[in-house]
């Protein structure tokens, strides 16, 4: 097994917006150098744990989170500069972003936010983030093309070069394969595969043998609360003591 | 199987007829826009000559030119603009990236719309009271231009507003994601994809008041002016009030001079359009996403 620090500590988390409860009660930890799978059905709460992570609740009034998450040990909230929490945390979306700036300025967009000018310095992280994404041979001859014009796939391995070149201490992916085809999926769960020797990765996932496949441990969610989180393997080998999970792996309903 | 039946030939019979209709209302529509261009073009083409554009109105306005009337005109809507565009531009990135959704946003905007909706003339009474008496700028160019400026503002608002709402908001997201600033995300994604839409706005917002007349009647633009503006506290003319004037209060005006201002107040109108189509059309041509 990977390291056991934890390096994500969630305690009784619940979300609501306005009046509406969207998560409650969950507790966790996320460890270093792991892929921690989050699979459940739409309206469980995933996404909504992920954006309580980094802290997007800053942009969205109606969204109120308690509990605590402790982030490299200490909660987020307490993080006084959410900006320098949310740099080392990288997000890739379900569908992808390619944002109207050039191939090249999608991945020195955070670089330049940190502060780095030089131009040898973007040039080698450009170069380094589309390689580990497994875009770069596909895009280097037209690096100065808009990025938000790449295919689908392509765009979103952009989006995950993007999130590698702010150096993420964690990586969040949320239903990556939503809009790509499955081609591209494979090639995306390879580079994850790489990746997690270098940093841990939140994977929400709508598709449950993909959290088989990469997950070295796998939370269900259902309706608002966490169901169980164990070892993927004994997830899938039917030692789960709750039939919802077991009904929900099996395809029975979701 | 395929042959058509009496119902498939009876409903693609009433399916042309009803396109017909669309299609006769669709060119009535055209039709007075095309009279009153050849009309204007004919009987107000030959008016236009540089002695007309570029010379003063001489024997009480029934001879010589309309240069104070252009020069006015084209000083005012500037004006309007200066005061308008950095006020509504800036109103409207509050309302549309930062403002919380909440009673305080949802009255400022419903205030913008009603705004907007204000005739003109009401507009004008309002410069009078607060900028012609109250700041005490009398009937002066600038206080024709802050009248202006008040009443163009609703419009470079909602219309600036659109073209920001209009980048999809998973950008910001993203940008957001990142560790970016609501001002660092503005000013790298989200205003570079919208200035071309803004500008659409604006430019035809500029249009709009070039032939406004209530505003400008009571709070700075005169009669007859011997003279050129020296400051923004003068009165100038304008070519819309001139037009009026020529048109109904002057005996003696040649039957054309009233044809050739308006065909000149139509030239800018029609051009200012023209600018904006083709900044959409550029738009268009360079889809980024």
Redesign the interface.
């Known amino acids: 097994m990977n390291g056991s620090e934890s390096i994500l500590d969630v305690r009784d988390l619940s979300i609501a917006y306005g009046s509406k409860t969207v998560l409650s009660g969950v507790t966790l930890d996320v460890r270093e150098n792991e892929i921690l799978g989050i699979i459940g059905p739409a309206g469980a709460g995933k996404t909504s744990f992920l954006q309580a992570i980094?802290r997007?609740d800053a942009?969205n009034?109606?969204m109120k989170v308690t509990g605590t998450l402790n982030f490299l040990g200490r909660d987020v909230r307490a993080w006084r500069n959410a900006?320098?929490?949310?740099?080392q945390?990288g997000?890739v979306?379900p569908?992808p972003?390619?944002?109207?700036?050039t191939v090249y300025d999608n991945v020195a967009?955070?670089p330049r936010?940190?502060g780095k000018r030089s131009r040898a310095e973007l040039d080698e992280i450009v170069e380094r983030c589309l390689r580990r994404a497994a875009l770069w041979d596909e895009v280097k001859d037209r690096l100065d093309s808009?990025g938000?014009?790449l295919s689908g796939g392509q765009q979103q391995r952009l989006?995950i070069a993007?999130?590698l070149s702010?150096d993420p201490v964690l990586l969040m992916l949320d239903e990556f394969s939503i809009a790509v085809d499955p081609v591209t999926t494979m090639r995306i769960e390879d580079v994850l595969k790489e990746l997690r020797q270098e940093m841990t990765i939140i994977l929400v996932t709508n598709l449950v043998q993909q959290a088989r496949r990469l997950a070295d441990r796998t939370a269900f969610f259902l309706d608002g609360r966490m169901v169980e989180l164990g070892s993927t393997e004994s997830l899938f080998n039917g030692e789960t003591l709750f039939p919802e999970t077991r009904d929900y792996i099996e395809g029975r309903f979701g | 199987m395929f042959a058509a039946t009496d119902r498939n030939r009876t409903n693609d019979r009433i399916q042309r007829r009803y396109r017909n209709v669309f299609l006769g209302m669709t060119l009535l529509l055209v039709l007075p826009v095309l009279i009153i261009l050849g009309l204007l073009v004919v009987r107000g083409g030959p008016v236009l000559t540089a002695e007309f554009l570029f010379e003063f109105p001489k024997s009480g306005m029934t001879a010589g030119g309309i240069f104070p009337a252009f020069l006015g005109t084209i000083i005012l809507v500037t004006m309007g603009l200066v005061f308008s565009v950095p006020l509504g531009i800036a109103a409207a990135i509050y309302l549309s990236e930062y403002a919380?959704?909440?009673w305080l946003t949802r009255s400022i905007n419903l205030a913008i719309i009603n705004l907007a909706g204000v005739p003109s003339i009401v507009h004008a009474l309002f410069g009078v009271g607060a900028f012609v008496i109250f700041f005490g700028f009398g009937t002066s160019i600038l206080a024709a231009s802050l009248t202006l400026a008040i009443m163009a503002l609703p419009v470079v608002i909602v219309a600036t507003r659109e073209s920001l709402q209009a980048v999809p908001h998973?950008?910001?997201?993203?940008?957001?994601?990142?560790?970016?600033?609501?001002w660092?995300t503005i000013r790298?994604?989200v205003l570079?994809?919208s200035v071309s839409g803004i500008l659409t706005g604006v430019i035809l917002e500029v249009s709009r008041t070039a032939g406004e007349t209530a505003p400008i009647m009571f709070t700075g633009a005169a009669f007859f002016v011997p003279f050129l503006p020296q400051t923004i506290f003068d009165k100038t003319m304008a070519l819309s009030l001139h037009l009026f004037v020529i048109s109904t209060q002057v005996p003696g005006v040649p039957e054309d001079f009233p044809y050739g201002v308006a065909l000149l107040l139509i030239i800018i109108v029609l051009s200012m359009n023209a600018l904006s189509i083709g900044f959409r059309t550029w738009l268009r041509g360079r889809?980024?996403?």
């Open positions: 980094n997007m942009f009034a109606s900006y320098a929490l949310r740099r945390i997000v979306f569908l972003v390619g944002l109207p700036l967009f955070a936010l940190a808009l938000s014009l989006t993007r999130a702010q | 919380p959704d909440n998973a950008f910001r997201e993203a940008c957001w994601a990142m560790g970016a600033t609501r660092q790298r994604v570079p994809n889809k980024k996403w």
